[in-house]
């Protein structure tokens, strides 16, 4: 059902999602909603876990990690339905759009933990969600606010849209698949060889290459770094340890 790695989870009451029909499919996530919570936390969570017919998927707090509610698929009841056909999943609302409460009131804009958390969060899910990573992140297109979709005052001027877009585009352009950074291993290992005039050992680079998961661009010096030493004599085992400390700083 999708739950993201990096967000804390605190599950939201089962009653406060879909509308009898089952969950959505990622394809059909068309972008997010940014919402203020209007106050603090512990507010939010009394909202959530009380009888008002409401439910997001995502809280971010002013400090800290975000913390994920449900799983993408589900639908939640933040921003409501245009209109009364609720079996058109191409509609804009709830049916298409993950929801994002931001902690805090009118007058207080993001802090930047939010901005950053936010913008992780629509990077990851434009990753895993064909439809919304389809077009640039835009405003009414894929990036909304609950005051362009309903008639309420939120998220009342808080959301800094021009400082998470740029963010969004540094976050993505670090993105490199796996296939990109064996590539890139290869090449900073076949410099350091050169350099040391060590001969190639064909087999113990693919291991270690297969060991590669997916890492961004800002690791690329470190890897460097790494392949200088495999060059220099380090052994296989040596090298495989490295990443492992190299892959918990991510």
């Known amino acids: 059902m999708t739950w993201l790695s990096f967000c804390a989870r605190?599950?939201?009451?089962?009653?406060?999602?879909?509308?009898?029909?089952?969950?959505?499919?990622?394809?059909?996530?068309?972008?997010?909603?940014?919402?203020?919570?209007?106050?603090?936390m512990a507010g939010a969570y009394s909202v959530l876990n009380g009888p008002r017919q409401s439910s997001w998927t995502f809280s971010i707090p002013k400090v800290r990690e975000p913390i994920q509610h449900y799983p993408l698929k589900a639908i939640t009841w933040h921003c409501?339905?245009?209109?009364?056909?609720?079996?058109?999943?191409?509609?804009?609302?709830?049916?298409?759009?993950?929801?994002?409460?931001?902690?805090?009131?009118?007058?207080?804009?993001?802090?930047?933990?939010?901005?950053?958390?936010?913008?992780?969060?629509?990077?990851?899910?434009?990753?895993?969600?064909?439809?919304f990573g389809a077009n640039p992140p835009t405003l009414r297109l894929n990036m909304w606010e609950h005051n362009w979709l309903?008639?309420?005052?939120?998220?009342?001027?808080?959301?800094?849209?021009e400082e998470k877009f740029a963010l969004i585009n540094e976050l993505e352009d670090d993105v490199v698949t796996e296939a990109r950074v064996k590539e890139i291993f290869?090449?900073?290992?076949?410099?350091?060889?050169?350099?040391?005039?060590?001969p190639s050992r064909h087999h113990d680079?693919?291991?270690?290459?297969?060991?590669?998961?997916?890492?961004?661009?800002?690791?690329?010096?470190?890897?460097?770094?790494?392949?200088?030493?495999?060059?220099?004599g380090s052994t296989v085992e040596e090298i495989l340890s490295e990443l492992e400390v190299v892959l918990k700083r991510r």
């Open 80 to 131: 409501g339905l245009p209109g009364d056909r609720r079996a058109d999943t191409s509609l804009i609302g709830n049916l298409t759009l993950v929801g994002k409460e931001h902690e805090g009131r009118a007058g207080e804009p993001w802090t930047e933990n939010q901005i950053f958390w936010s913008a992780k969060i629509d990077v990851a899910l434009r990753r895993l969600c064909p439809t």
């Open 150 to 161: 309903s008639a309420t005052s939120c998220p009342s001027g808080r959301n800094l849209w």
């Open 10 to 40: 605190y599950p939201g009451p089962e009653w406060k999602q879909g509308y009898g029909t089952g969950p959505r499919t990622l394809v059909q996530i068309e972008g997010v909603v940014d919402h203020s919570m209007e106050g603090p």
């Open 186 to 198: 290869r090449e900073e290992l076949g410099k350091a060889m050169a350099a040391h005039a060590v």
């Open 205 to 232: 680079l693919n291991e270690i290459a297969d060991h590669l998961p997916r890492l961004n661009t800002t690791l690329k010096a470190t890897v460097a770094q790494i392949a200088s030493r495999y060059a220099g």
